[in-house]
């Protein structure tokens, strides 16, 4: 390679698309993947019958450097996985991660449909129906999951996550899947929510992480609710009618990290208390997206204490901020 050319080569950042409100979405080709945005994941986590909690996650990362570097090694897209199931008779959240360079038939996120993988772990799309399969060392997956509710999250697909114009992801969910299969070579039924979202600026410099939850809800309707907290303490931002409460913390014996594992959660004046399958439920993935956060199956219970619902609660940032 002649000097300057590599020179050129190192020389090239990828520029990357803005998320604009008014896009309209379309299904299937949204569910596909979208290389020319900063980050992308497809998420699902969801509750067995036992009862216990999984979830399996795929990320796409688009490089920012070199990106016009022809070689078939340059990592243009990193692809990162995630999977864990939160089984009580464990006593602690178990998980596995991955990571890969997309390419050589190893690793892929393809685009038009949800089909992502990394070696023999994937996450695919036929028609409305998924499957899942992970096959790792404490965690075991082979799961079929089904639905047809898709929600446009925000303004029809456009969420805002800060108030910069360009802090925003297209982001819709899939709640009230239903799932079978295999969990660790144990018989598992139970019901499901799938999230994915895409975004060149999904975390403002300012804000530290964020607090998500998706909760089905019994009566047949589902809430989604997050907001992102601020590096100088408190809410850098939530969507209007969005409020978290921090009711009761606990102590990672690992990191010494503290997170708030019950929540009050308000969205459009429906108030829901949100408590932890298990208080231990911290993944620690340092060795695939460099971070440790809390991510577990959480009841929710309404204002006369009854279950309204289940579903995963997410706590970002709480180990260091997080970085995208």
Not at 165 to 180: C, G, I, T
Not at 195 to 206: G, I, K
Not at 237 to 256: D, H, I, K, Q
Not at 260 to 284: A, Y
Request: proline share 5%.
């Amino acid at each position: 390679m002649r000097r300057r050319d590599f020179l050129k080569w190192s020389a090239a950042w990828a520029v990357f698309p803005g998320v604009l409100p008014g896009a309209r979405l379309e299904f299937p080709r949204d569910e596909g993947a979208h290389p020319d945005f900063r980050t992308e994941w497809w998420y699902v986590t969801g509750w067995l019958d036992w009862p216990a909690g999984f979830q399996v996650t795929f990320f796409r990362a688009r490089n920012e450097a070199d990106d016009a570097n022809p070689s078939a090694f340059n990592p243009r897209q990193i692809l990162l996985a995630h999977a864990a199931v939160s089984d009580p008779s464990r006593g602690r959240l178990v998980h596995e991660q991955r990571a890969a360079r997309e390419g050589f038939s190893l690793a892929q996120a393809e685009a038009g449909r949800t089909a992502v993988w990394i070696d023999d772990w994937r996450l695919e799309q036929q028609g409305s129906a998924y499957s899942a399969r992970v096959k790792g060392r404490e965690v075991e997956l082979d799961l079929a999951i089904s639905g047809k509710e898709i929600v446009l999250q925000g303004e029809r697909g456009f969420s805002r996550k800060g108030h910069r114009p360009d802090e925003a992801s297209y982001y819709y969910s899939r709640p009230h899947l239903e799932v079978s299969g295999q969990v660790n070579g144990r018989a598992a039924r139970g019901t499901a929510w799938l999230d994915h979202e895409w975004s060149s600026a999904y975390l403002a410099p300012e804000a530290a992480g964020w607090d998500w939850c998706g909760i089905n809800l019994l009566d047949g309707g589902s809430l989604m609710a997050f907001r992102m907290r601020s590096k100088a303490g408190g809410v850098h931002y939530a969507p209007p009618g969005v409020a978290f409460e921090v009711l009761r913390t606990w102590t990672s014996p690992r990191t010494g990290v503290a997170y708030p594992v019950s929540m009050r959660v308000t969205k459009d004046g429906r108030t829901l208390r949100l408590e932890p399958l298990m208080d231990d439920q911290e993944l620690d993935a340092r060795a695939s997206t460099g971070t440790i956060y809390w991510e577990g199956a959480v009841r929710a219970y309404d204002a006369q204490g009854r279950e309204a619902g289940r579903g995963y609660l997410e706590l970002t940032g709480y180990w260091k901020p997080m970085k995208l």
